[in-house]
């Protein structure tokens, strides 16, 4: 399978503790996106990536989010001291690059904090 | 307002209907549009993308962009059991640097009935 990639699929955490997701895009995609999904809602966005460098985080990204892209390739979301209000599924979508709109999501990571 | 708005239904038709699905935008700078379908605990799906006004068919799919009235439609014709799902669509600016970040719609959630 080529697609994106991530883990893992659902996570069940207590408040306060802290949580890491990794994203695997694409082979060869530069373009490497965060969104957020609550029930009911479209997907939300969080931040992105050109290579490694991250070129926007939305306001939604507290400073309990952190994001990185490493060497370009895989991606970590880790958010400090969850929340209840950060139960959700986070969605990693990659795109070839910055002329390429079409972006190509992964099943997601669904987090519950208890 | 939102920047994109559309009507989560839920919408339910029976096999073989001529399914049809709307979004609104306020946004000019919105230039390229896109369909996904998201099935239930996975990841939304690229069902069809344009980038300008018009008419695009794709089998049994039909995307419709008029740019003038900001409304863009998706078309399912002889609708299948298998088309169940929620479908979002989704839009991007055309910037300097090029290819921005994807606002989405709530997403319609459709079901077919055998």
């Known amino acids: 399978d080529t697609g994106v990639s991530q883990d893992p699929r659902h996570k069940i955490t207590k408040r306060g503790q802290n949580v890491t997701f990794r994203c695997d895009p694409i082979?060869?995609?530069?373009?490497l996106y965060w969104y957020r999904q609550t029930l009911g809602q479209g997907p939300e966005f969080l931040t992105y990536f050109q290579n490694e460098a991250q070129l926007e985080k939305s306001r939604l990204l507290s400073d309990r989010f952190s994001a990185e892209r490493p060497k370009g390739s895989f991606s970590t979301l880790e958010i400090q001291r969850t929340e209840q209000g950060d139960s959700a599924m986070y969605l990693c979508?990659?795109?070839?690059?910055?002329?390429?709109?079409?972006?190509?999501f992964g099943s997601g990571t669904q987090l519950s904090v208890l | 307002q939102k920047e994109v708005e559309q009507d989560p239904g839920p919408l339910s038709v029976p096999e073989g209907a001529i399914v049809s699905l709307n979004c609104t935008y306020s946004?000019?700078?919105?230039?390229?549009f896109m369909w996904y379908r998201q099935y239930s605990r996975k990841g939304p799906e690229l069902l069809m993308y344009t980038y300008s006004s018009g008419n695009k068919e794709d089998g049994r799919f039909t995307a419709q962009v008029d740019k003038s009235s900001k409304y863009i439609s998706l078309f399912i014709r002889d609708s299948q059991p298998s088309d169940s799902a929620t479908y979002l669509c989704?839009?991007?600016?055309?910037?300097?640097?090029?290819?921005?970040?994807?606002?989405f719609g709530k997403g319609t959630k459709l079901t077919v009935n055998p």
């Open positions: 946004n000019s700078a919105f230039q390229y």
């Open positions: 989704a839009m991007s600016p055309i910037t300097q640097g090029g290819s921005e970040k994807l606002v």
């Open positions: 979508a990659s795109s070839l690059d910055y002329r390429d709109e079409k972006l190509f």
């Open positions: 082979s060869e995609h530069n373009r």
